[in-house]
């Protein structure tokens, strides 16, 4: 009995996706996003979570992009709350590409917060797309408890972030701005300078901001 070419396809696809060769693997995930079926959501969703070349997980987010969301999105909230953090932070990633804002009660302070600076960017990244209208200022003051974390690359994600919230963010900028702890107030005076002017550039606004901590002011300026 011959099998018919859809279920050869299928199979040689679902294969593909765990080829040795990244090459092959990334081939895959775009025939399986050409050609979206439910069958592959959960192969997807599980290999998101253990890929380890980053443009083939940006290939199998576009192929779940590609899935009906009733049929992604549930699986993707059940993967927040996976054990692997790698799982984690690729279910927020891809949640932030879908867009649904059923999404938004799955983005949880724990979540904002998570130890991994990866899967805290993720979150970042998913919350200020999926945050509901009117909602904004809450999500700044939880943001803004992360304020000085990590190094350049983990703080500005944060600041984008925040920036992305637009003036809402300043009340919550100006009181971080008070903090005890100066990488906490150079990180909110960068962030502030950030979205004054966005081309100022990160380097630039954070070594500013170091500067006018160290000399005891508060970078604060009137809008």
Partial sequence: MTMPKQDTDTIRALQGLEDSRSSVRLRAALAVGTTPAPGFIGKLIERCAIEPEFYVREMLTWALTRHTPSLTVPAL???VRS???QARSQAL???SKI??????PAITRALLSDADDEVARSAWRAAVVLVPEG???ELAAVLSTQLGRGERETQLSLSRAL???GKVILPTLRAAMTDRDPRVRAHAIATERLLRDPDAGFEFAI???KRTVALGGAGQEEW
């Fill in 77 to 79: 909230l059940d993967e």
């Fill in 83 to 85: 054990e692997h953090a």
């Fill in 93 to 95: 990633h891809t949640l």
């Fill in 99 to 104: 867009g649904d804002r059923q999404a938004w």
């Fill in 135 to 137: 909602e904004e200022p």
């Fill in 163 to 165: 920036i992305a919230l």
């Fill in 207 to 209: 070594e500013e901001a």
